[in-house]
């Protein structure tokens, strides 16, 4: 069992920065693919970054590459994700997502989620 808890979101001006982290639980993170989702009001959860397991892969959503970048550190069982150059369609609740078995864009490769982090972006 994988238990996920994010921080780090909060209120920013259209071109600041914030940096989300996800704490995990459990002695296994450091084998989990680790993925970031997100879902804006009146919107579905959508793909945002994914990281694999060692860090030497990463996807992102087009919508965000070039902006945010992903990371992640096993020794603290944390993955980041740092977000510069916020735009007001960036505001959503973000969430941070394991999984066991491979690196993946799709929610349904995910097993735990956290609860999640509101960002919003102000024009």
């Known amino acids: 069992q994988v238990q996920l808890v994010e921080s780090g979101g909060g209120l920013v001006q259209a071109g600041g920065s914030l940096r989300l982290s996800c704490a995990a639980s459990?002695?296994?993170?450091?084998?989990?693919?680790m993925g970031w989702f997100r879902q804006a009001p009146g919107k579905e959860r959508e793909f945002v970054s994914a990281?694999?397991?060692?860090?030497?892969?990463?996807y992102y959503a087009d919508s965000v590459k070039g902006r945010f970048a992903i990371s992640r550190d096993n020794a603290k069982n944390t993955v980041y994700l740092q977000m510069n150059s916020l735009k007001p369609e960036d505001t959503a609740d973000y969430y941070c997502?394991?999984?066991?078995?491979?690196?993946?864009?799709?929610?349904?490769?995910?097993?735990?989620w956290g609860q999640g982090t509101v960002v919003t972006v102000s024009s």
């Open positions: 997502a394991a999984a066991r078995t491979y690196l993946s864009t799709r929610q349904r490769a995910y097993d735990y």
């Open positions: 459990g002695r296994t993170f450091s084998s989990f693919a």
């Open positions: 990281i694999h397991w060692s860090g030497a892969s990463t």
